[in-house]
């Protein structure tokens, strides 16, 4: 394990990388100490937990294959930890991405990388993820937009919470219909992301009842669904969605439909 102190860090923000291979580690180090980052390395599971919890980065990149156990127990132990539960990871590995990419997001990953990964390119995703403030001095949330989700899975409501929270918006949630109308009206959300399939009443039904409400009418909705593409996509449209995205959702898609609502809102 390295902890670099020793080095002036022009920016706030800190990365721990969780790999146990120095050549793959380096690149990664390299790219990211030029940009001003501090970087904080682990090389097994055990300690990846010990520095999270100590020095509390802003972010996690973690390999799978780790000494003293796997990448999905640190992110399973990390979660169950109130210090680190919002921290978000990045998933950084060798491993094959047909077998791992949705197994990583569903464990609560935010994004997945495939092995060997260029240093600049793991920076652009750490921005990407994390917004374009990420490693500036001079640091400014994303937020305070609040965003509000609604999804009768818990597992996709988590997710879509811990990547939210990286990017510095304000997240609340509703698992069903009724909820989610109600919850709308006292938080005022400036972005809805939406399940179709919902207890209570389909998301189409939740869109048409946002639209009565005159405070609510121009909020921007991103419609999530499991359904048939096609069909779910034309009526979405219609129903005045912004944007629609197949489950399971790519992040970065999802990240980017949400700024580009947030965007059309504060123009409109």
């Known amino acids: ?47 990846a937990i010990s520095v999270a919890l100590r020095e509390k980065p802003r972010v996690i990149v973690l390999d799978l294959r780790l000494p ?5 127990q640190v992110i399973e132990r990390l979660q169950t930890l109130p210090a680190t539960a919002a921290t978000p990871i990045v998933v950084c590995t060798a491993e094959d991405p047909a077998r791992h990419r949705q197994a990583a997001l569903a464990a ?12 600049d390119a793991l920076l652009a995703t750490l921005r990407f993820v994390l917004g374009p403030g990420f490693g500036s001095a001079a640091l400014e949330p994303a937020g305070p937009a609040t965003v509000l989700v609604v999804d009768d899975d818990p597992d996709v409501r988590r997710a879509l919470l811990l990547l939210f929270q990286a990017q510095g ?11 989610a109308v109600a919850i709308a009206r006292a938080r005022a959300p400036q972005v809805v992301v939406l399940d179709i399939g919902l207890p209570g009443g389909e998301g189409f039904t939740v869109m048409e009842r946002l639209r009565a409400v005159p405070d609510l009418a121009a909020t921007p909705v991103v419609v999530i669904s499991g359904r048939d593409p096609e069909q779910m996509r034309r009526r979405a449209e219609q129903a005045g969605a912004v944007a629609f995205l197949q489950k399971p959702t790519d992040n970065r898609e999802l990240l980017q439909a949400v700024r580009d609502a947030l965007g059309r809102r504060s123009t409109a």
């Open 1 to 47: 394990m390295d902890l670099d102190d020793r080095r002036p860090i022009v920016s706030p923000d800190r990365v721990l990388i969780v790999d146990n291979d120095p050549g793959e580690r380096l690149p990664m180090i390299k790219a990211l100490r030029g940009a001003g980052l501090g970087v904080l390395t682990a090389d097994d599971a055990v300690s």
């Open 169 to 179: 918006y304000d997240v609340v949630m509703a698992e069903d219909a009724i909820s």
């Open 68 to 72: 003293g156990g796997g990448g999905y």
């Open 108 to 119: 609560g990953a935010v994004e997945f990388l495939r092995k060997p990964v260029d240093g």
